[in-house]
């Protein structure tokens, strides 16, 4: 079946500790995406990855990083600077560069979501 | 910036129809998304619709835009229980590589 997994489904975090959030698709796609979603508001983008070694920051980077190193992964770390790091974390991925051409409709698909909660 | 609207909430009967409104700012969106999500899940697509259009309808879902208001909305017939969920939607802005921008999502409850 192709998809998008993310990993692990509950994650806690320690005060002063950085953790890693996975988010593996086999949909064959260039372009990923991280967003974190907090209760009664959308979706806010924190990082995207449109190929392999090379992501931009999104509306809310601060205190996260990212890496890929391969097409199939973007890992996420939220690193101790980000404060307040309790929320829904949702990895999304899309055709991105080998859509045929601009204006080419490009559904973005997501993974189940990662919940991250400080102990 | 660009800046999607939505209400919070929305009650209806099973078996009613139920409309969810959108409102958007940004004139040069070339495709505005319906995604739908079940308590702790990720977003599943509903449907799209491009930018030039003023309907689709899939099924029980239709969705109108009126490009002039920068109004869309999904409008769910006969409603089921299973239909409970935050419906979000979502513009894709020409002028950003394959960024979306989503509304704060509406909670649909439906009631027996």
């Known amino acids: 079946d192709g998809g998008i997994t993310q990993s692990p489904k509950y994650l806690f975090r320690k005060e002063g500790q950085n953790v890693t959030l996975s988010c593996e698709q086999n949909?064959?796609?260039?372009?990923m995406y991280w967003y974190r979603q907090d209760p009664g508001q959308g979706l806010r983008l924190i990082y995207y990855s449109q190929i392999v070694n090379d992501f931009q920051k999104g509306d809310i980077a601060e205190g996260y990083s990212v890496s890929r190193e391969k097409k199939e992964s973007f890992p996420l770390t939220v690193t101790s600077a980000q404060k307040n790091p309790t929320a829904f974390y949702l990895c999304a991925s899309s055709i991105g560069l080998a859509a045929p051409g601009p204006g080419y409709q490009e559904t973005q698909y997501f993974g189940p979501g990662t919940r991250l909660l400080v102990l | 910036g660009e800046d999607v609207e939505q209400s919070l909430f929305l009650s209806v009967r099973e078996g009613d129809s139920s409309v969810i409104n959108c409102t958007y700012t940004?004139?040069?969106?070339?495709?505005l998304y319906w995604y739908k999500q079940e308590p702790g899940a990720g977003l599943q697509l509903l449907t799209y619709i491009f930018s030039n259009m003023d309907m689709k309808q899939d099924q029980r879902l239709t969705v109108l835009l009126n490009k002039k208001d920068k109004h869309l909305s999904l409008r769910i017939a006969d409603t089921q229980t299973g239909d409970s969920a935050i419906y979000f939607c979502a513009e894709n802005w020409s002028g950003s590589a394959r960024q979306l921008t989503f509304g704060s999502g509406t909670q649909l409850t439906v009631l027996p």
């Open positions: 940004d004139s040069s969106s070339t495709y």
């Open positions: 949909l064959n796609h260039d372009a």
